[in-house]
């Protein structure tokens, strides 16, 4: 299992830069998320090959890896333009991954629920275009549920991607994303992963309050009505994640014995504290990897 960290509160920081902070941090590998500089969000990749090839050098410098690369394209948007330019822009992420020496990538399934048919059609007409360069290149595709998307419900993924019956595509399980993966159920995060069994490849870790406490009104937001989702990325203990049955249910399901898995530190919610968070975060991990 690799352990790596999202360095999203860091992306003021020069890319060349990055490697040696993650390892000062206390991290040998990065999941390398939308930057203005390599790959934005929702927009063409930025990077070119003199540009891989200085950060693959401050990379071997540093020590560190690159142990996932998160793009986020509209390729299940009801847009046709915007699908076919997004998977113009998946095709050179892929490569840009490759070139890293790479072989892992994760997204989320995209579109608008409120256009869920439309935005299914549209996510397996990308992947027909998309699925067989994956295979050509061999890099695995890691896809999670979001709030927001056209899938938002964890079993759901699950069974959205046993559909596209490919040995490369698994689940990644988003703990800041639980009270939103269950619909209105009260289903828990155990029952998602043991749902998911092998599939489940990568977990993002940071905690969130579950919005829909105190008779939904933990939130509340304006006008009545509204469709807007909430939820936090914090750290570990801030929020209302059960961590105890998260890392339990792990190590049932050995997620730690697997050298494909990665666990990434996805806080965002401290700029103003990112150092002190990151390194947090990391202890905190460690203390539950040892623990179970």
Known sequence: MKIALDPYMFRSTPLLELPALVAELGYDYIELSPREDFTPFFLHARAGDDTVKAFKKALDAAGVQVASHLPLYRWSGPDEEERQAAVRYWKRAIQLTVDLDCRVMNSEFNGRPEQAS??????????????????????????????????????VAIDMIRGINSPLVSF?????????????????LAEIMRYAGP????????????????????????????????????????????????????????????????????VFAWEDRARDSATFMRETVDKYIGAW
């Open 118 to 155: 439309r935005s299914e059609a549209m996510f397996w007409k990308s992947m027909e275009e998309l699925l067989p360069v994956f295979e050509r290149e061999g890099v695995q595709l890691r896809l999670e549920p979001h709030p927001d998307d056209f899938v938002e419900d964890g079993l």
């Open 172 to 188: 990644l399980y988003c703990a800041p994303h639980t009270f939103h993966m269950g619909g209105n159920t009260d289903r828990n």
């Open 199 to 266: 599939l489940l490849t990568q977990v993002h870790l940071a905690d969130s309050f579950d919005h829909r406490a105190s008779s939904g009104l933990r939130y509340i937001v304006n006008p009545p009505g509204s469709t807007a989702r909430v939820h936090q990325h914090l750290d570990i203990g801030q929020g209302e994640v059960d961590w105890e049955t998260f890392f339990s249910t792990l190590d049932e399901l050995g997620f730690g014995d697997r050298e494909d898995t990665v666990m990434t530190s996805c």
